[in-house]
Each structure stands twice: as structure tokens, then as C-alpha cells.
């Protein structure tokens, strides 16, 4: 089921050719590609593939013995000022043989209990009772954590849109479909790409550790997987799907569904931490959203544990989830219920159709029939001014935080009734492939307000 990371076919420095510059560009020679303005015969060095640029840097993890962890720091880049940047990591070997699970947190920064989370999956009294070996990776952005931000500070874009996109492999395929963008890419998404590559040599399963806003629902992300042109076929495509379900139903907490395809791309999805293992890779894998952040969460934090434990009990890695809880975390907890028995999405709304002071009529978890009141609008000073009504029957994932309400500003963010396919593929409904091969292009405002206006603060 797994496919194999056609970036890994990328020339690198450490294995091109001394003194060849085509090293940079050897795939697709110039002459086939086609600019993302349209115009074709462009420098070719204006195309950089990623993999091309990076420094030859392996993340190295440690190998405990059989039974045993192991601690370590790797290192990801060199900061200006000469120190190695690293992330935490620590490896679990099992007694015996089974799949490799990776659980990942703060790769926004201020996320801090999907820290906790990574940092209690792993505790002394595992790998006696482990088949296999888990690789738990607490800080994915230490930039960001040190800032207590989402984002790191080395170019402000955020952490869980700069992982590979997919590419698409066959004579047929676009080709845009193999771009990146004509800019080198960031430190950052160098960044994102070294744990990456390592992700995807090393891992069966990725849990991905998030939270969403003060008082959310918690809940697990289920990103669309992508087929067609080489990538993979769509029975391969629903195969995928049918792993990630039964991570998700093993996991514990509600479903929810990314947006559909074509807003998917759009959004770039497909490039966070468990779109690109899930969709690049072929990799089962989910973004786990528990709570709000800065602060941890101490309920939700012990529901991505046992959840986790859920899931490796599901891989057949651990007898009894329970059984490996840890004890000062005990009791182990009940599964969330779904506030909703029917296939959910994102959404984002409702939304103001005038501005004020926003005073919400729900609670995250409520569930909702289209028309029922959401929230108020009134004045600063406190008059009624108008009613929003939910636009869906769904659930209540969260209210957005702050109560100034700007015109078309969503107020919840919801999981929505969902009848779109699990599977899709890009353009299929005639339309073109969505993705944006260029971000670099725009500016850092631009996206800011882009993402401000979409209501997208989640993931
Ligand atoms: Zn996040």
C-alpha cells in the first residue's frame, strides 16, 4: 500500500555528480516543465526542487535494545548564531516485533498539550509490554514553542502547511504537478522536509498532536486522500481510507472529515504533517485536536494518551490499552462520544452578515439543526442588533475566540453533515487542480489575511 516518497528520487549534494549544476533539476528537464505564470523555457534554475537545496542532513533516532528507551536531541538546521536547533525525540524498542508508530507535537508552538501527550506515550514501564517501537517526537518547532507561538519565527508561515506536496508521477500528469515554486523554499519547510523524509523511510502509523481554541471539542482530523495520475489508483486510494478509518475509530474521540477535495488543496492540506504521511507517502495517519492551547489541557491531554493506546492496541502493539496507562494519569477514561452519528466535515460559519459585539447561544459540542440561533450580534453597548443561525445541521467544534465580529467573520467553527466521497481526486469535477504552486509569490500579509478571513486558525 505504501508509496514509496518520489522526492527521495531527487538529487541531493551529497550524491550529485561534483561540479554538476543539473544536479538541481534532473527529473524533468527544463523543456518539459511549463511555468506556473504559463510561459515555458525559463531558466531552469528557477525551478528548485526542495529536496535539491537541502543540506544533506539525516535525522539520525536513536535504537534502543529490545525493551528499552532511549532519549535523545536531533538536530534539524544550524542557527545563525552557531548552535544546533534540535528536537526532542524518544524511541520505545519493544520485547517484540510490530509496527512503528509516530506521535508528533507542537509543531505550532503554543499547542503545549500535544507536548504532554508525546512526552506520557512513552514512560519506563512501555516496552516490556510493546511489539514494535514508537517514535515520539514532543516538539516539532521549538521556535515556536520557545515563543510560546504558533508559528516559528524564522519566516512567520505556518509549520503545518510547508511538509512536501504530493506529486504526481505518471506522463500524464501536469506539469505544475511536479512544482514547487520558483523560490527556494524556507527554513521552515527545509525543516518540515528533513522530519519528512525521516517520517516516511521509518513510520507505519502518524498520530499528529494538535489543539484548536479555548474550550474546543476535542476530535480527530480525517484528511481526504488524493489518487489519479500515478499517484495512486482509487481502489488503492479507498484502501488508504479504510486504514485511516480504523485508526479513527480505534483513537476514541469524534471523526471529523477534512473539507472536501477541491477546498482541501486549496487550503493545502494535503502539505500538513498527516496530509502529506497520509497522501505523499501512503501512511495512515491522523491530526489529533485536543482542546485549547497555551495551557495544557489536563482532561484532553490523558484522552490523547489513552487514545493513543487505543490505537496501538488496534495494531495489535500493546494486549490491553488500559493495561499501559500510566498510573499517574490513572483512571483510564472513556471514549468521547460523537455528538453525531452521521459523516461530519469541517465548516466554517456561520458567518456575520454585519458587524459588532459577537454574544454566543452555544457551547462547543452542541449539536445544531440549520436555523437555530448560534449567536447574537448586538452593540457595544449592548442592544440586540441581529441573530445568526447555524447554516448546517452539526456539531459545535468550537466558538472563535474574542467577540469583535468584523462582516462575514464565522463565529464557530462546526463539524457539518457530510455526504462528499472520503476518496477525490484533483480537478475532478472538470475543474483545475487547486493547489498553489507558489506561495512564495505572495506575500506574508497576504496570507495572514487569507487565512484571518477564512476563519482558519485550526490545525
Ligand atoms: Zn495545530
Not at 1 to 12: E, F, G, K, Y
Not at 41 to 59: E, Y
Not at 156 to 162: F, I, V, Y
Not at 353 to 373: F, K, Q, S, T
Request: include cysteine; proline fraction near 8%.
Amino acid at each position: 500500500m505504501r508509496i514509496q516518497a518520489s522526492i527521495n528520487s531527487w538529487s541531493s549534494p551529497a550524491t550529485r555528480e561534483p561540479g554538476s549544476p543539473s544536479g538541481l533539476c534532473e527529473r524533468v528537464s527544463p523543456s518539459e516543465r511549463t511555468a506556473v505564470d504559463g510561459s515555458v523555457d525559463r531558466d531552469p534554475r528557477t525551478f528548485l526542487p526542495a529536496a535539491a537545496l537541502s543540506r544533506a542532513m539525516t535525522l539520525d533516532l536513536p535504537d534502543p535494545e529490545p525493551g528499552d528507551v532511549e532519549r535523545t536531541a536531533i538536530e534539524v538546521t544550524t542557527l545563525p548564531t552557531g548552535a544546533p536547533e534540535t528536537i526532542p525525540c524518544v524511541v520505545a524498542n519493544g520485547a517484540g516485533e510490530g509496527p512503528t508508530v509516530w506521535v508528533t507535537g507542537a509543531l505550532h508552538g503554543n499547542e503545549v498539550t500535544a507536548t504532554a501527550v508525546c512526552q506520557d506515550v512513552i514512560h519506563e514501564g512501555l516496552p516490556d509490554r510493546l511489539m514494535g517501537r514508537v517514535v515520539s517526537l514532543p516538539i516539532l518547532n521549538p521556535a515556536g514553542l520557545r515563543r510560546n507561538s504558533r508559528e516559528s519565527y524564522y519566516d512567520g508561515d505556518d509549520p503545518n502547511r510547508q511538509f512536501p506536496d504530493v506529486e504526481y508521477v505518471t506522463a500524464d500528469a501536469e506539469p505544475e504537478d511536479t512544482l514547487e515554486g520558483t523560490r527556494p523554499p524556507s527554513q521552515q519547510a527545509l525543516i518540515c522536509r528533513r522530519i519528512f523524509d525521516r517520517l516516511a523511510d521509518d513510520a507505519d502509523v502518524l498520530l499528529d498532536m494538535h489543539t484548536a481554541s479555548a474550550g474546543a471539542w476535542p476530535f480527530v482530523i480525517r484528511d481526504r486522500v488524493l489518487y489519479g495520475r500515478g499517484l495512486r489508483d482509487e481502489d488503492g486510494a479507498r484502501a488508504l481510507a479504510a486504514g485511516v478509518d480504523e485508526l479513527a475509530e480505534a483513537f476514541g474521540l469524534p471523526v471529523v472529515f477534512e473539507y472536501p477535495t477541491e477546498e482541501y488543496l486549496e487550503r493545502e492540506l494535503q502539505r500538513s504533517a498527516a496530509g502529506a504521511a497520509l497522501n505523499q507517502s501512503g501512511i495512515p495517519a491522523l491530526t489529533v485536536e485536543l482542546g485549547g492551547y497555551d495551557v495544557v489541557d489536563d482532561g484532553w491531554h490523558r484522552q490523547g494518551v489513552a487514545g493513543t493506546f487505543r490505537v496501538m492496541e488496534a495494531l495489535g502493539m500493546v494486549d490491553d490499552a488500559a493495561s499501559v496507562f500510566p498510573d499517574d494519569l490513572a483512571p483510564f477514561p472513556k471514549p468521547v462520544e460523537t455528538p453525531m452519528n452521521r459523516q461530519v466535515r469541517r465548516h466554517v460559519g456561520p458567518r456575520l452578515e454585519e458587524p459588532g459585539i459577537v454574544r454566543h447561544d452555544v457551547a462547543p459540542g452542541d449539536v445544531l439543526e440549520e436555523g437555530d440561533v448560534v449567536a447574537r450580534v448586538v452593540s457595544p453597548t449592548g442592544e440586540e442588533r441581529a441573530t445568526v443561525r447555524s447554516d448546517h445541521d452539526g456539531w459545535v467544534i468550537q466558538r472563535y475566540p474574542g467577540i469583535a465580529g468584523y462582516e462575514h467573520a464565522a463565529v464557530t467553527s462546526m463539524a457539518v453533515a457530510d455526504d462528499s466521497d472520503v476518496v477525490g481526486t484533483p480537478g475532478g469535477n472538470g475543474r483545475t487542480d487547486p493547489r498553489k504552486p507558489d506561495r512564495a509569490k505572495e506575500t506574508p500579509q497576504a496570507r495572514a489575511r487569507e487565512e484571518r478571513e477564512a476563519g482558519e486558525t485550526l490545525r
